[in-house]
């Protein structure tokens, strides 16, 4: 399962790095702003539908900045809604194995309030994955200290389809425990995404792996120990990072072994 590797790509970029990500043996996490998601003609939706039918899989980042599913206000709440049944939408069309989304708690305003926060965020998530058969959704850790939030979500809502996506790079900066713990954590295990990126410690910088100080061999470990299936997606912020992100992830993680692709040719 180390060879489902995604490349995170930004949507409207897809046509001119698809051929990097494909030389990789990778698929895309195909990534849309909120803006750009409103915005996206049914033209525009069927050449992304053509570019991803090269590939034998692929995944879907969804609008993460001003997403609030637990939200005490109902208009808030509900462009939220509207703005993630865009995405799930868009992902089931295009055949998406799963689709990322934040859940953006926010201690400041909710710990004194969280079993709301936390009925009406799995409402939220409940709500989308009942209107719509198709991909996983993947509830993605930002500034948690512990898996405790997304286990209660997860577990509120009791959909099978609503799993996690555990966050390196955000964990290192961010978690308060190990992340082998934080793994061992995450039972039942129905699918675990985790997104692959680098840092130092201080600030969620997204440098190529191996450019920061997270102990990239014992997060293999962790990963291949679990007896569940899981999916990899790199998070790079340039070209420059996403070589030497891949670079390193087929030395570290793969020993060296060749793409798909190119065994196939």
């Not at 400041?108 to 989308?128: D, K």
Request: aromatic share 10%; net charge neutral; hydrophobic share 45%.
């Amino acid at each position: 399962m180390l060879e489902d590797l995604f490349v995170r790509v930004e949507g409207e970029r897809l046509a001119e790095q698809a051929a990097a990500v494909a030389a990789a043996g990778a698929g895309p996490e195909v990534y849309f702003a909120a803006e750009r998601l409103r915005r996206l003609t049914a033209r525009a939706a069927a050449d992304l539908r053509r570019l991803l039918a090269g590939f034998p899989a692929h995944t879907l980042h969804a609008p993460f900045v001003d997403v609030w599913p637990g939200a005490a206000d109902p208009a808030v709440r509900a462009l939220s809604l509207e703005t993630m049944r865009r995405a799930l939408g868009l992902a089931a069309d295009l055949g998406s194995r799963l689709v990322v989304m934040h859940y953006n708690y926010d201690p400041i305003y909710y710990r004194q309030g969280f079993a709301g926060w936390l009925e009406r965020a799995a409402e939220f998530y409940a709500t989308l994955l009942d209107e719509r058969d198709g991909p996983l959704i993947a509830l993605e850790n930002i500034a948690d200290p512990t898996p405790y939030v997304a286990l209660q979500l997860i577990a509120r809502a009791a959909r099978p389809r609503l799993v996690h996506c555990f966050d390196f790079g955000h964990h290192q900066v961010f978690g308060r425990i190990p992340f082998p713990e934080w793994l061992f954590y995450l039972s039942p295990r129905g699918h675990i995404h985790f997104h692959l990126h680098d840092n130092h410690g201080g600030r969620d910088d997204h440098l190529a792996l191996g450019a920061g100080s997270i102990d990239w061999v014992e997060a293999r470990a962790a990963i291949t120990s679990l007896a569940c299936p899981f999916t990899i997606a790199l998070e790079p912020k340039s070209a420059a990072t996403r070589d030497a992100s891949i670079a390193y992830y087929r030395t570290h993680f793969l020993g060296c072994r060749e793409p798909r692709s190119r065994r196939r040719a």
